[in-house]
């Protein structure tokens, strides 16, 4: 299965800065999914990343403030901005393992904190 | 849209017992399910998917259509399974791709 190599694991930011996560998998990837997981609380999926195409994102999240970028088949960042204490969170990256029957691969996630 | 609901946050039980951790489904198409697993410290990992009909470190899972259920079922919990549940549903999205969807976990504690 994908190997996923998620950074930073971990980051105190101030409020109204940026930070930019990356996830870098051993084999190339159709599509990259990221997530976040607040305390206590299950995965909310963020957005998809294909590719060479803009990546969709889930009701109740924006580009402006979250935006990704898909530059190859084996990369993706995702950028949270102008962070806020509400930001503070569990991110992840995600990747299809072969094929949707095989299941997901995880990276290891982003503990975030905005003080 | 679909929908994953596991009723119970916390599931606490002695070493030795029948654990059941309950998950329940909505979707209009052919669902594909999954149970992953995390453990302290460690990453999200896939346990099972229902498609293979697998049975891993003792679990089982079973599709029921009627019932819109896939719960993970395991006869004699052992102290290293305590760890976070999670069941999930990869659903066809409005892009033409499968789309995982997570129910919102339950914590799975076995006491000695």
């Known amino acids: 299965s994908a190997v996923i190599s998620q950074k930073p694991s971990r980051d105190i930011c101030q409020r109204g800065t940026s930070l930019t996560i990356q996830c870098q998998v051993d084999?190339?990837?159709?599509?990259m999914f990221w997530y976040r997981q607040q305390p206590g609380q299950s995965l909310t999926l963020i957005a998809t990343a294909n590719q060479g195409s803009e990546a969709t994102y889930e009701s109740g999240f924006v580009i402006d403030k979250f935006p990704i970028s898909r530059p190859n088949l084996t990369f993706s960042t995702l950028t949270v901005s102008n962070m806020s204490p509400e930001d503070s969170s569990i991110y992840l990256c995600?990747?299809?393992?072969?094929?949707?029957?095989?299941?997901?691969?995880f990276g290891s996630g982003t503990r975030l904190t905005v003080v | 849209a679909q929908r994953v609901t596991q009723p119970e946050k916390l599931l606490s039980v002695f070493k030795g017992a029948p654990v059941e951790l309950k998950c329940n489904y909505s979707y209009s198409g052919s669902p594909e399910l999954f149970w992953y697993v995390q453990y302290s410290r460690q990453r999200l990992q896939l346990l099972l998917r229902?498609?293979s009909r697998e049975s891993i470190k003792g679990f089982t899972a079973d599709l029921n259509k009627g019932e819109t259920s896939f719960h993970l079922k395991k006869p004699f919990a052992q102290e290293e399974d305590s760890a976070m549940y999670y069941c999930?549903?990869?659903?066809?999205?409005?892009?033409?791709?499968?789309?995982?969807?997570f129910g919102r976990g339950t914590s799975l504690i076995v006491h000695p």
């Open positions: 999930a549903l990869a659903a066809l999205g409005s892009g033409g791709s499968y789309i995982p969807t």
């Open positions: 229902h498609i």
């Open positions: 995600s990747v299809e393992d072969r094929s949707r029957n095989y299941g997901y691969t």
């Open positions: 084999s190339q990837v159709t599509m």
